[in-house]
C-alpha cells in the first residue's frame, strides 16, 4: 500500500516536473519570440528608415539635377545671347567697315568734271565760302572737325550718309544743334544701286532722309542733297531732271581740298590745292570728307579756314535761299 502510494507521489512529481519545464520551455519559447520579433521589427523599421532615407536622397538628387539642367540651360540661353549680340555688334562694325571702305574707293574714283570748268555760284563782289563734308559722320574724323568749326566760330554744311546717320545719330544731332546745315547724300552710297534706276536714287533719298527725320525729328528737312561723285557728265542728266520734277535742290562744289584723290594726304598738299582751286573766285563751295579715313582733312582744316578768313571771305552754310544763287 505504502509503496503504491510512494508511485503515485513520484509519477505526480514527474509530471509536476514535467509541467514546470513545460512552462519554464514555453516561457524562454515566449521571450525567445518577443526577441527575434523586436528584432525583426526593428530591422523592418530601420528597412523603412533606410528606403524613406533613400527616397529622400533621390528626391535630392533629382532637384539638383533638374537645378543643375536649369542653371546650364540658362547659361546656354546667356551665352547663345551674348554670341548673338557679339554677331550683331561685329555684322555692325563690319557694315561700317564695309561702308567705309566702299566710300574711300569710291571717291578715288570719282568723275570729277576739270575745276575751271566747273559753274561757279552766282559771282558779286561779296566773297562767300561754303565749307561742305561728304561721307560721314564718322566717330574720329566728325568729331575733330566739329570742334575746329566751334573753336573758329564757322557754319559748315554736312552731306551725310544715312546709314553712318543710323550708327553715329549723337553727332547728326551734335551737328544740328551747333547751328550746321545738313545735307543728304543718299543712304547706301552704292554706286551701282543708285545709279541703276532713278526709282533706286529717289528710294536711297527718301531712305536717308527717313532717318535724319527719326534723329530730328519730322519737322527736319535736309538742306539740299549731293550726288556722290557729284552730277557732272550726260550720264547724270535724268537723274538730275527727276530730282527738278520733285523740287530736290542738288549742289555740286566748284573748289575743293583734294581729300578725295588718294588717303592720308599730307595736310600741307591738301591747303594747296585749296588755294588753287579758289583762287579768282568770290563764291567757293568747297568739296571735304569728314569720312573716317580723312584724318589729314582734320589736320589741314584751320589752317584752311585761317586762309579763306584772310582772303576776305565770309562763311555761309547751304540752305534754300543758297541754293537759289547757284
Given at each position: 500500500?505504502?509503496r503504491k502510494?510512494n508511485?503515485?507521489?513520484k509519477?505526480?512529481l514527474?509530471?509536476?516536473?514535467?509541467f514546470?519545464?513545460c512552462?519554464?520551455v514555453?516561457?524562454?519559447?515566449?521571450g525567445i519570440?518577443?526577441?527575434?520579433?523586436e528584432?525583426?521589427?526593428?530591422k523592418?523599421t530601420n528597412?523603412?528608415?533606410k528606403?524613406?532615407?533613400?527616397?529622400?536622397?533621390?528626391?535630392?538628387?533629382?532637384k539638383g539635377k533638374?537645378?543643375?539642367?536649369?542653371e546650364?540651360?540658362?547659361n546656354?540661353e546667356k551665352?547663345?545671347k551674348?554670341?548673338?549680340?557679339n554677331?550683331?555688334?561685329e555684322e555692325?562694325?563690319?557694315?561700317?567697315e564695309?561702308?567705309e571702305?566702299?566710300?574711300?574707293?569710291?571717291e578715288?574714283?570719282e568723275?570729277?568734271k576739270?575745276i575751271?570748268q566747273?559753274k561757279?555760284?552766282?559771282n558779286?563782289?561779296?566773297?562767300v565760302?561754303?565749307l561742305?563734308?561728304?561721307d560721314?559722320?564718322?566717330?574720329?574724323?566728325t568729331?575733330?572737325?566739329?570742334?575746329i568749326?566751334d573753336n573758329c566760330n564757322v557754319?559748315?554744311?554736312f552731306?551725310v550718309i544715312?546709314s553712318?546717320?543710323?550708327?553715329n545719330?549723337?553727332l547728326?544731332k551734335?551737328?544740328?544743334?551747333?547751328g550746321?546745315?545738313?545735307?543728304?547724300?543718299t543712304y547706301?552710297h552704292?554706286?551701282k544701286?543708285?545709279?541703276?534706276?532713278?526709282?533706286?536714287l529717289?528710294s536711297?533719298?527718301d531712305k536717308?532722309e527717313?532717318?535724319?527725320?527719326g534723329?530730328?525729328?519730322?519737322?527736319?528737312?535736309?538742306?539740299?542733297?549731293r550726288?556722290?561723285?557729284g552730277?557732272f557728265?550726260e550720264?547724270?542728266?535724268p537723274f538730275k531732271d527727276v530730282?527738278k520734277n520733285?523740287?530736290?535742290?542738288y549742289?555740286?562744289?566748284?573748289a575743293?581740298?583734294?581729300?578725295?584723290?588718294?588717303?592720308?594726304?599730307?595736310?600741307?598738299?591738301?591747303v594747296?590745292?585749296l588755294v588753287?582751286?579758289?583762287?579768282?573766285k568770290?563764291?567757293v563751295v568747297?568739296?571735304?570728307?569728314?569720312?573716317?579715313a580723312?584724318?589729314?582733312?582734320?589736320?589741314?582744316?584751320?589752317e584752311i579756314?585761317?586762309y579763306?578768313?584772310n582772303?576776305?571771305?565770309?562763311?555761309?552754310?547751304?540752305?534754300?535761299?543758297a541754293l537759289n544763287g547757284?
Amino acid at each position: 500500500m505504502r509503496r503504491k502510494k510512494n508511485s503515485k507521489r513520484k509519477l505526480e512529481l514527474t509530471k509536476m516536473k514535467l509541467f514546470l519545464l513545460c512552462l519554464v520551455v514555453f516561457i524562454m519559447f515566449i521571450g525567445i519570440g518577443r526577441s527575434i520579433g523586436e528584432k525583426l521589427t526593428s530591422k523592418a523599421t530601420n528597412g523603412e528608415e533606410k528606403l524613406a532615407e533613400n527616397e529622400e536622397k533621390l528626391k535630392l538628387e533629382r532637384k539638383g539635377k533638374t537645378e543643375k539642367e536649369k542653371e546650364i540651360k540658362n547659361n546656354s540661353e546667356k551665352e547663345i545671347k551674348k554670341e548673338k549680340h557679339n554677331e550683331e555688334k561685329e555684322e555692325t562694325k563690319k557694315d561700317t567697315e564695309v561702308v567705309e571702305k566702299d566710300v574711300q574707293a569710291k571717291e578715288i574714283k570719282e568723275e570729277e568734271k576739270p575745276i575751271d570748268q566747273e559753274k561757279e555760284p552766282s559771282n558779286d563782289n561779296k566773297k562767300v565760302a561754303y565749307l561742305t563734308f561728304d561721307d560721314g559722320p564718322s566717330v574720329v574724323v566728325t568729331p575733330q572737325i566739329l570742334d575746329i568749326l566751334d573753336n573758329c566760330n564757322v557754319k559748315a554744311t554736312f552731306f551725310v550718309i544715312g546709314s553712318l546717320a543710323e550708327q553715329n545719330s549723337d553727332l547728326i544731332k551734335r551737328e544740328y544743334n551747333s547751328g550746321h546745315a545738313i545735307g543728304n547724300h543718299t543712304y547706301s552710297h552704292n554706286y551701282k544701286y543708285i545709279y541703276g534706276s532713278v526709282n533706286n536714287l529717289l528710294s536711297d533719298i527718301d531712305k536717308c532722309e527717313n532717318v535724319l527725320k527719326g534723329i530730328l525729328g519730322d519737322d527736319f528737312h535736309s538742306a539740299a542733297f549731293r550726288f556722290p561723285g557729284g552730277s557732272f557728265g550726260e550720264k547724270k542728266q535724268p537723274f538730275k531732271d527727276v530730282l527738278k520734277n520733285k523740287s530736290i535742290g542738288y549742289v555740286d562744289w566748284n573748289a575743293l581740298n583734294g581729300d578725295a584723290e588718294g588717303h592720308n594726304i599730307p595736310k600741307d598738299r591738301l591747303v594747296q590745292r585749296l588755294v588753287q582751286t579758289t583762287q579768282g573766285k568770290n563764291k567757293v563751295v568747297i568739296l571735304m570728307h569728314d569720312a573716317g579715313a580723312k584724318k589729314t582733312t582734320a589736320q589741314a582744316l584751320p589752317e584752311i579756314i585761317n586762309y579763306l578768313k584772310n582772303q576776305g571771305y565770309e562763311f555761309k552754310t547751304i540752305d534754300q535761299e543758297a541754293l537759289n544763287g547757284f
